[in-house]
């Protein structure tokens, strides 16, 4: 009942924005090449644009399988940290796109990846699910791209999305506008480990999801 009820709720999303609004989704690493088969395929009949990490990332044969299957746009890698390790899913097609975060694989070596995949006619959309000044670093990267087309902001991320900037995000208009100054262009208020000290623990969210019933409720 899994994939019906996924692909149920995307329907959903599809039906509430209209075609107006382009869709990704991620699928976390948490099906089968079987259940991801299922729902790409219907993701595709409701024009979403990508289908991110369906499956565990080391099945590189399943993403093979998934890619080649499919129309919509497979899409991974925001865990890897060097060219080497994309690599084999560049040069077999596992992936449409990839996306490499300049949090792990660092700016250069994630330009080192994305004229790799460019060779391969593979695009490049980096993982960006970090504070506000890693969003700008993401912004740099992309525009250095021969192909750039979107950054990644994580909208959950909380007050160091904003704070972590002086002034916070230059958003205009809905788009993330790149300063002219040197480097990512922004400066970090002088203050900020006062007004936000290290705590220990994970940055993330712990969500208990109860089991499914049988029935899909």
């Known amino acids: 009942m899994i ?22 989704v991620d699928g976390n690493q948490r099906l089968t090449v079987d259940e991801a088969l299922f729902i790409a395929h219907g993701l595709s009949d409701i024009n979403f644009t990508w289908f991110e990490e369906p499956i565990p990332q080391d099945d590189i044969d399943g993403y093979v399988k998934i890619n080649s299957s499919v129309e919509i746009a497979i899409t991974g890698g ?13 040069e077999r097609r ?5 996306q490499p975060d300049c949090g792990i694989a660092g700016l250069s070596e994630s330009i080192k ?3 790799y995949a460019n060779n391969f006619g593979i695009d490049t959309y980096p993982h960006s699910w970090h504070n506000g000044l890693m969003a700008m670093a993401h912004a740099h990267f992309v525009a250095a791209l021969s192909n750039p087309r979107v950054v990644e902001i994580c909208m959950p991320q909380g007050p160091l999305q904003s704070a972590i900037i002086s002034g916070g995000l230059p958003i205009n208009d809905g788009s993330l506008q790149l300063p002219e100054q040197p480097g990512f262009g922004v400066e970090i208020p002088d203050n900020l480990e006062e007004e936000f000290p290290f705590i220990e623990g994970s940055y993330a969210i712990v969500m208990n999801r109860l089991p499914l019933l049988q029935s899909g409720r």
Do not use: W
């Open 94 to 98: 596992a992936y449409d796109i990839v």
């Open 3 to 24: 994939p019906h009820r996924f692909l149920g709720l995307m329907r959903d999303l599809r039906s509430a924005v209209g075609d107006e609004m382009e869709l990704m």
């Open 113 to 115: 990846i994305a004229e």
């Open 78 to 90: 925001e865990q890897f940290a060097t060219l080497e390790r994309f690599r084999p899913y560049i």
